[in-house]
């Protein structure tokens, strides 16, 4: 695999070169999404975390304006994929986490800026193997995680819906009792399940005035509250207890304005609070820790929620031994080189000690880290301090590991793990790029030409471009056969083919996949902009 972190640059009609990275582990999707949860600020970091760090940050805007604004981009992810999950029909195997709320902006049910804001935020992060709606659910997991609540074991491959769900009925403030507990048991959540979930997606945030003036007088807007925001509880930027201490206790904010609205239709917290005798909101004040693991099995269950066509890949764990960026590439030497990194991620302590990889032809080479030190959200092991992450640079001439199908990576602490690789053919990361200014993606791509096993006449390249569609922020992905023809080739055994092809403008990532008799063997991300390493 290999990626580029030019984007904002070129989409300004610079021409964008990659910056390596040939060989995905274990595969693209759950790598570029390992890579949000895990590398979450410092070295490397994915730049994902940056909207919610710290958790009262208000990505949409800046300075001062985004302070008196009130709003909190971490509150807005966990909004956008509730109301994303709201119409859920289990029985007819619908609707759930699937981005289609991109199209339903304009339902009254579904007003505020929360969605356009978090789209617009997310939308450079969506490629061929990341969709909207894994970015929507990654969302929900990460504004948990880092502030305060515990992780949501997180499960890849949602499916983005191309149209608005026909259905419609996300609670709103004056939806009746009946129609809302109606809403949730057709989304599959009981009564108990129901008052749980909005206990916990109302942990963090506000109501504000400016979007639900039914719900928050205006007198609450004033210029250092811009949006006139009544807290959901006092601590409305950590993901805790207290709303249902203050609803329950009936002090601090008393669980917020959906409960003690002046509008007494638009109290529905305090309707659904009261539907049981308080009975759940009782056992949430009482369970003390277990509030959190409630909350984790009911988020869970939410962005789980998936039409029954769409099936969930298994749950993606941080990675203790991870390369990245490794790939082939060229010299200007004209030298054909294997280079990347080896990130390592440390529960404790960071030991600064060599970290070995050894080649299938027994090639080894001992690396040395790199300074920077990376920091992530995961405490493992029952650690007490976030993990540490650490980056091992390597850059191998092709005669050093020749006729190499894997390495492996030892060190210390760690049980070695085997990676595999191949040169039988590969995309040059520097010889291929995006310029668009032109709309136009080149490649070219060497292969072995002196193997008898391998026929390079089988090989055809695709590209996926994710670009802007009509009614919703959420791109769509284009796809493109590249036709390529055979260059002069600086080697004797490698020959090179180069095309190009025209696109639209992208919004994220350009991949392009290299296939062999129709058998994927390589991967380039070109213009991978923030969500790039």
């Known amino acids: ?12 009609g610079v021409v ?67 109301h994303d999950f709201a119409t859920a029909d289990l029985a007819a195997g619908t609707g759930g986490i699937d981005a289609s709320i991109g199209f339903e902006t304009f339902r009254d049910e579904n007003k505020g ?47 983005d819906a191309t149209v608005a769900d026909p259905k419609t009925g996300v609670p709103e403030p004056g939806t009746s009792l009946e129609e809302t507990l109606a809403q949730f048991e057709q989304a599959g959540f009981n009564q108990s399940d129901a008052i749980a979930l909005t206990a916990c997606g109302h942990a963090i945030g506000s109501v504000h005035a400016g979007g639900f003036p039914e719900v928050v007088e205006q007198s609450a807007i004033t210029p250092d ?72 099995e009911l988020l869970q269950r939410m ?15 941080p990675a203790l031994i991870k390369p990245v960026n490794v790939t082939w590439d060229v010299t200007t030497e004209q030298e054909l080189v294997l280079s990347g990194k080896i990130r390592m991620l440390y529960a ?32 493992l092991t029952d650690a007490q301090t976030n993990a540490t992450t650490q980056y091992f640079p390597f850059s191998m001439p092709s005669s050093s590991v020749t006729g190499a199908t894997s390495f492996t990576v030892a060190a210390d602490g760690f049980e070695a793990q085997v990676f595999e690789v191949q040169d039988a053919a590969f995309i040059v990361p520097s010889l291929s790029y995006a ?65 190009s092809t025209a696109v639209e403008p992208p919004t994220g990532a350009v991949s392009v996949t290299l296939l062999s008799s129709g058998k994927v063997i390589d991967t380039l991300l070109l213009d991978a902009g923030v969500a790039g390493w």
């Open 113 to 159: 800026s929360a969605f356009n804001d978090s789209f617009t935020f997310w939308q450079p992060f969506v490629n061929e193997f990341v969709p909207m709606a894994d970015l929507l659910a990654i969302g929900t997991v990460m504004s948990v995680h880092l502030c305060g609540g515990k992780y949501i074991p997180y499960s890849p491959g949602r499916i």
């Open 225 to 296: 509250n811009t949006n006139g925001a009544v807290n959901f509880d006092d601590t409305r930027t950590v993901f805790d207890q207290a709303i249902v201490h203050e609803y329950i206790d009936w002090t601090g904010q008393k669980g917020g304005a959906l409960v003690t609205s002046y509008n007494e239709t638009s109290r529905s917290d305090l309707r659904l609070y009261e539907s049981d005798g308080n009975k759940t909101m009782l056992e949430l004040y009482e369970s003390g820790d277990r509030f959190q693991d409630t909350c984790v």
């Open 435 to 499: 310029d668009v200014a032109k709309g136009a993606v080149s490649i070219t791509l060497a292969a072995r030409n002196n193997r008898p096993d391998f026929d390079p006449s089988q090989l055809s390249i695709e590209i996926a471009t994710p670009v802007r569609q009509p009614l919703t922020l959420a791109p769509k992905i284009v796809r493109t056969a590249v036709q390529v023809a055979e260059v002069e080739s600086p080697f004797h055994d490698i020959g090179y083919w180069s095309g």
């Open 1 to 12: 695999m290999r990626v580029c972190s030019g984007l904002a640059v070129s989409l300004l």
């Open 16 to 82: 964008s070169k990659p910056v390596a990275a040939m060989f995905y582990y274990p595969d693209p999707a759950a790598s570029s999404l390992e890579h949000i949860l895990v590398d979450n600020w410092d070295a490397y970091a994915s730049n994902f975390s940056s909207a919610i760090t710290p958790c009262d940050n208000y990505v949409t805007e800046v300075g001062l304006p985004a302070i008196n604004s009130h709003r909190t981009t971490s509150a807005q992810w966990l909004r956008v994929a509730f």
């Open 348 to 379: 404790g302590e960071v030991p600064n000690k060599p970290v070995s990889v050894t080649f299938s032809n027994g090639y080894t080479e001992s690396l040395v880290p790199e300074e920077g030190l990376g920091t992530s959200a995961f405490k």
């Open 303 to 317: 962005i789980n929620t998936v039409p029954s066509s769409v099936q969930l890949q298994p749950a993606i764990t």
